[in-house]
């Protein structure tokens, strides 16, 4: 599997097309991510733990609206147009350059989810279930604590990546991003 980096530097490329699937509740996913979710919202089902999948694959448009509300959010604070931008872009991405809109990224949370995103989703048994389980499944926790100056997104426990094996584990054992990850794969494979 060639894996896509889509990160604030490197755009969805404008002929993609992601061929996607269901994964639960009107949220699609590409074919292979969205048979890996299945998969692992049903492993952690055995376990007693009830993931929810409550974003997954948004149109660039849709990507549009997130951002220009958060923009308007920091307006409405008192902050430039500048500011508002390069602090929305912290936390949402810029459209054609999110995970979401190639259709290999979902969040999750827990079963009682009422629309507050929040780090303290990592206290959680949810969390910590996909911390031990997500990896064998093909994903990875995208944005983790302390690797916010790597991806330029701030900590999200909530969003994971579909990457596939073996590079999920690997990416899991090690604690590195994907950007880190594709950097030591180029350097390290080249002839």
Same mark, same amino acid.
């Given at each position: 599997? =060639?894996?896509?980096?889509v990160n604030s530097k490197n755009k969805i490329p404008e002929d993609y097309k992601p061929e996607l699937a269901e994964v639960t509740g009107g949220y699609y996913l590409t074919k292979d991510a969205a048979a890996a979710m299945k998969k692992m919202i049903c492993a952690a089902l055995d376990d007693g733990i009830e993931l929810r999948v409550f974003s997954a694959y948004r149109s660039i448009e849709y990507?549009?609206?997130?951002?220009?509300?958060d923009m308007r959010k920091y307006i409405m604070q008192g902050y430039s147009g500048t500011e508002a931008y390069d602090?929305?872009? =912290?936390g949402v991405a810029v459209p054609g350059y999110s995970e979401h809109n190639a259709g290999v990224a979902a969040d999750i949370s827990t079963m009682n989810w009422k629309g507050d995103i929040s780090e303290r989703f990592d206290k959680t048994p949810e969390f910590a279930w996909l911390c031990e389980n997500a990896c064998k499944f093909g994903y990875i926790l995208r944005y983790p604590k302390g690797k916010e100056s790597?991806?330029?997104i701030q900590y999200e426990p909530w969003h994971y990546r579909y990457v596939g094996l073996p590079h999920s584990i690997y990416?899991?054992?090690?604690?590195?991003?994907?950007e880190e990850y594709l950097r030591f794969s180029s350097c390290c494979c080249k002839k």
């Open positions: 599997m =060639k894996l896509l980096l990507q549009q609206g997130l951002f220009d509300e602090m929305t872009a =912290k790597i991806t330029g990416i899991s054992n090690q604690r590195i991003t994907l």
